[in-house]
């Protein structure tokens, strides 16, 4: 027994050191670095061990769901970030259709640089064509409109069909879903900026719609309107967002934003 026990031990011993053998090493690298050249901006170094990190913020759980930074302006519970009155049921927010113009939703704080993420549904049942098919929109800053409309199917003015810069540029390509699922759009918006009363900066946007790149640092060549041109005007940096009432029970959940500020 002894005996064998011995050379039990011994083929254990033997099997763990030749596991060691197999173990890659734990291999060490610099956190940074003091002796490099100095990049174009002047203010650090390439791989600047003095140079700060990123702040750490958590990804949501699942795609769509917001990350631990973002502001959540609606959960599907309540529309206590809007201001108005819209129908409230089973996790998502429907238009009060009023008429054309009726009611809209507006955030009751004020945002510029943004990234926002909208989920958004049409109606299942499609009682009208073009622009009388599921049409809202999503008006960055009160002004500058990124289109919703069903557009599966539907043919309507390309510069108004969904994903479009409003009455500007359409998407680069039509990625709606069929009337009834759920949509969503990812966007960056970069706010305008003014010096005198005039257009220093102008706004862009990025838009992915369904996982597609629809508007890649488009530019907005000025505020939202139907059949004309409208210049932009100066206003502060920030301002509501509006969600669009067109006369249409568009559906609405999930929707949160990160505010943006510049880099270093």
Known sequence: MKKWIAAAATVALAALAFAQT???????????????????????????????????????????????DAIVLFDGKSLDKWEG????????MEVTAKGEGGQSLKTKESFGDIQLHVEWASPTVIDGESQW???????????YEIQV?????????????????YGQFPPLVNAS???????TYDMVFEAPRFEGGKVSRPAYVTLVHNGVLVQNHQEFIGQM??????????????????????????????????????GE
Do not use: C
């Not at 557009?151 to 309507?156: Q, W």
């Not at 879903?177 to 949509?183: A, D, I, T």
């Open 22 to 68: 197999q173990r890659p090493k734990y291999r060490t690298a610099p956190t940074g670095y003091t002796d490099t050249p100095v990049l174009p901006d002047g203010k650090w170094k390439v791989h600047d061990i003095a140079r700060p990190k990123p702040p750490v913020v958590t990804p949501g759980a699942k795609p769509g769901d917001a990350p631990s």
């Open 85 to 92: 009155d819209w129908k409230l049921a089973d996790g998502f």
């Open 133 to 143: 098919r599921g049409n809202s929109g999503i008006v960055l800053m009160g002004r």
């Open 149 to 165: 409309l069903d557009s599966y199917d539907n043919p309507t003015y390309a510069d108004g069909q969904a994903a479009s810069v």
């Open 177 to 183: 879903r069929k009337p009834g699922e759920w949509q």
């Open 225 to 262: 309107s139907h059949k004309t041109i409208k210049p932009y005007e100066a206003h502060p940096l920030e301002a509501p967002l509006v969600l669009q009432n067109h006369d249409t029970p568009v559906r609405y959940r999930n929707i949160w934003a990160r505010k943006l500020k510049g």
